[in-house]
């Protein structure tokens, strides 16, 4: 099994706040409804300022209640999708180390990468994604289309920025930290797709490499990752050299 480094997940102090800001917009609503009903009954205010202050405000905060209610699901998914491949990754031979939910600077640069793999051929960034539906445009494309049915079994359309364009940003970050550090490797791109209900439909070519992983078929990435020619091997040392130069550069 594979050694594991860094197991917390930023996603989960994100979900904690995003709870927290919708526990206090509710807590406003309600305070909005108590002065509304005390300015009719003690007629504190005229009706009419009082109506537009709760209609106004009190829309706002539902709208508000709902765009947080949406990024607390997206986030929740998010942790969910890392949390399961993590596990995948884990059945890494023990010569791999896993490094995950970075943080890392360059010159003032960031970049947050979900996993960064060490082993004894190579280092590679992994980006995960938890998204459903059909994924289509150009490898080289800013965004990329994604197109789902929801429950109600009406199509959904949206833009995603192209997880290749951010896994590729991702590599040129650590590849100067690691040029810093006098460690000239190549690195590898990979973005692993998790959910069951996702289908590509990408034109082009790319060097990032691709996986749809479904349950009960995680053997794919792992055995890419153990067969991976990279016409390097290596050593204890080297491999410790590269883990220590990437958690210096974790914020």
């Given at each position: 099994?594979?050694?594991?480094?860094?197991?917390?997940?930023?996603?989960?102090?994100?979900?904690?706040?995003?709870?927290?800001?919708?526990?206090?917009?509710?807590?406003?609503?309600?305070?909005?409804?108590?002065?509304?009903?005390?300015?009719?009954?003690?007629?504190?205010?005229?009706?009419?300022?009082?109506?537009?202050?709760?209609?106004?405000?009190?829309?706002?905060?539902?709208?508000?209640?709902?765009?947080?209610?949406?990024?607390?699901?997206?986030?929740?998914?998010?942790?969910?999708?890392?949390?399961?491949?993590?596990?995948?990754?884990?059945?890494?031979?023990?010569?791999?180390?896993?490094?995950?939910?970075?943080?890392?600077?360059?010159?003032?640069?960031?970049?947050?990468?979900?996993?960064?793999?060490?082993?004894?051929n190579g280092v590679f960034i992994i980006e995960v994604k938890n998204v459903r539906g059909t994924i289509t445009?150009?490898?080289?494309?800013?965004?990329?289309?994604?197109?789902k049915i929801n429950r109600d079994g009406k199509k959904y359309v949206k833009t995603i920025y192209n997880p290749?364009?951010?896994?590729?940003?991702?590599?040129?970050?650590?590849?100067?930290?690691?040029?810093?550090?006098?460690?000239?490797?190549?690195?590898?791109?990979?973005?692993?797709?998790?959910?069951?209900?996702?289908?590509?439909?990408?034109?082009?070519?790319?060097s990032t490499k691709l996986f749809t992983i479904r349950r009960g078929k995680e053997h794919s990435i792992i055995?890419?990752?153990?067969?991976?020619?990279?016409?390097?091997?290596?050593?204890?040392?080297?491999?410790?050299?590269?883990?220590?130069?990437?958690?210096?550069?974790?914020?």
């Amino acid at each position: 099994m594979a050694t594991v480094l860094n197991r917390t997940n930023h996603l989960k102090k994100d979900i904690r706040w995003t709870k927290i800001k919708i526990f206090l917009q509710i807590l406003k609503l309600f305070i909005l409804f108590v002065i509304y009903v005390c300015s009719l009954t003690f007629d504190i205010w005229d009706k009419f300022v009082s109506s537009y202050i709760a209609l106004g405000y009190g829309t706002y905060t539902i709208f508000r209640i709902t765009y947080l209610q949406k990024k607390k699901s997206i986030l929740a998914n998010g942790l969910e999708g890392e949390k399961y491949f993590l596990k995948v990754a884990e059945k890494l031979p023990k010569s791999y180390t896993i490094l995950t939910d970075l943080d890392i600077g360059y010159k003032g640069n960031f970049s947050q990468l979900d996993m960064i793999v060490v082993g004894d051929n190579g280092v590679f960034i992994i980006e995960v994604k938890n998204v459903r539906g059909t994924i289509t445009g150009h490898v080289t494309d800013h965004d990329l289309t994604q197109t789902k049915i929801n429950r109600d079994g009406k199509k959904y359309v949206k833009t995603i920025y192209n997880p290749i364009k951010q896994v590729e940003t991702h590599r040129e970050r650590l590849k100067d930290i690691l040029k810093s550090n006098k460690i000239n490797i190549r690195i590898e791109n990979i973005v692993a797709f998790v959910n069951k209900d996702i289908h590509l439909n990408l034109q082009g070519k790319s060097s990032t490499k691709l996986f749809t992983i479904r349950r009960g078929k995680e053997h794919s990435i792992i055995q890419y990752l153990v067969d991976f020619k990279g016409n390097i091997t290596l050593n204890k040392n080297q491999k410790d050299k590269i883990i220590q130069s990437i958690l210096n550069a974790n914020k």
